[in-house]
């Protein structure tokens, strides 16, 4: 039974940062790409992030580029995504995802298995 935990959402001001963690369990992690996305109230669930089995390759949405930075670590079972630079408009509930390839993709439907969600708010 694949398990995928977040942590590390909580409340931060703007320009503030925060780190979310994503623990998988269940299935062997390195074979896998992960992702990140989000949900904020009233709208669809958007792409933010995902990174390539190996962690050699990554994709972002463009309304994070150069501010958030997916990683992982294999050994651990984990991935992240670092958070900078924060805006009112990245408040949502971000999940993590596991692929069901080894590479990276935008789109939900690629991927097979979803944590409960971690809620991020940013104050202005």
């Known amino acids: 039974q694949v398990q995928l935990v977040e942590s590390g959402g909580g409340l931060v001001q703007a320009g503030g940062s925060l780190r979310l963690s994503c623990a998988a369990s269940g299935r062997t992690f390195s074979n896998y790409a992960m992702g990140w996305f989000r949900q904020a109230p009233g709208k669809e669930r958007e792409f933010v992030a995902t990174?390539?089995?190996?962690?050699?390759?990554?994709d972002y949405a463009d309304s994070v580029k150069g501010r958030f930075t997916i990683s992982r670590d294999n050994a651990k079972n984990t991935v992240y995504l670092q958070m900078n630079s924060l805006k009112p408009e990245d408040t949502a509930v971000y999940y993590c995802a596991m692929n069901s390839i080894k590479y990276t993709g935008t789109k939900p439907w690629r991927y097979d298995y979803w944590g409960q969600g971690t809620q991020v708010t940013v104050s202005s």
């Open positions: 990174i390539s089995w190996s962690g050699g390759s990554t």
